[in-house]
């Protein structure tokens, strides 16, 4: 059974702060990693892809990979109020992409 | 707007109705998917096209029906619905079923289901 498991949170940040989300799957094998955001009764929306070892930077986004550990990260900095929404983490599994239930990100101001 | 556009956006319907989803995509991709999403529930994907063949079925039951007439339109037939199949249904696209390496899906804005 391929899994991606989140925290479901809620995850509660102040504005400003760093905001970070985890992820971790089961196929040590899986070579793509996507971060989607996806507010409340809309579709998810593609924010961030990594696909090698390391950090990956855009904007104030940050996904961090660790595939020895299994380990995909999201780190927002400067969190804002409009970055409240749910956070999906998927994993291709093969030629197949798996979603996590998601972690619910709270930016209070 | 994503390129992958679904109607209705908004959808009741009771147990002994018919109705359909649609979902047209714009970006020039050859494969399409159906998921449901339930509330705190991970995304499930429900059936998998790759140019107008179904390719895949995740056991979903009977009362849902997908048509692919072509690789730019999907549509999800539904009757006899059950209450628990309320749910948001997702359509998305990408390039090919078989994701290379880089290559993702992108989703349609959905359809809010609501089951009397």
């Known amino acids: 059974q391929k899994e991606v498991e989140q925290n479901s949170g809620p995850l509660s940040v102040p504005e400003g702060a760093i905001a970070s989300l985890n992820c971790t799957y089961s196929d040590r094998g899986s070579q793509s990693f996507f971060w989607y955001r996806q507010y409340s009764g809309k579709s998810p929306e593609l924010i961030m892809s990594?696909?090698?070892?390391g950090d990956k930077e855009d904007g104030r986004f940050t996904a961090q990979l660790n595939k020895a550990s299994q380990y995909v990260s999201l780190l927002i900095r400067d969190s804002q109020p409009s970055d409240s929404a749910t956070y999906l983490c998927a994993v291709t599994f093969g030629n197949k992409l798996v979603f996590g239930a998601g972690t619910i990100l709270r930016v209070k101001s | 707007e994503t390129g992958v556009t679904q109607t209705p956006r908004h959808l009741v319907m009771g147990m002994t109705n018919k109705k359909s989803l649609k979902c047209e995509q714009h970006l020039g991709h050859n494969a399409m998917y159906w998921y449901k999403q339930s509330a705190k529930k991970p995304l499930e994907l429900m059936f998998v096209y790759s140019l107008e063949e179904r390719v895949e079925n995740n056991s979903v039951p009977s009362r849902f029906s997908p048509e692919c007439p072509n690789s730019s339109h999907l549509f999800l037939h539904l009757h006899t619905l059950q209450p628990e199949d309320s749910a948001l249904y997702l359509c998305a696209s990408s390039h090919r079923e078989f994701l290379d390496s880089q290559e993702t899906q992108y989703f349609g804005p959905g359809t809010r289901l609501l089951v009397l």
């Open positions: 990594i696909y090698s070892n």
